[in-house]
């Protein structure tokens, strides 16, 4: 029978697996604050074209 909890402590991710996470994460982070600039944008331009 399989001992899970041994199983887990032997257990170890990859590194390549590591680096990906990494490069994703730095990746949305750019990307959500590139969305929320531009959300920025979009408002100040809204309010200038009302006045």
Known sequence: MINF???????HPSLEIDETADAV????F???TDFLFSMAENKTDDK???E
């Open 30 to 32: 750019v990307d959500f």
């Open 5 to 11: 909890e041994e199983e887990l402590k032997k257990f």
């Open 48 to 50: 200038k074209s009302e």
């Open 25 to 28: 994460s730095r990746r949305s």
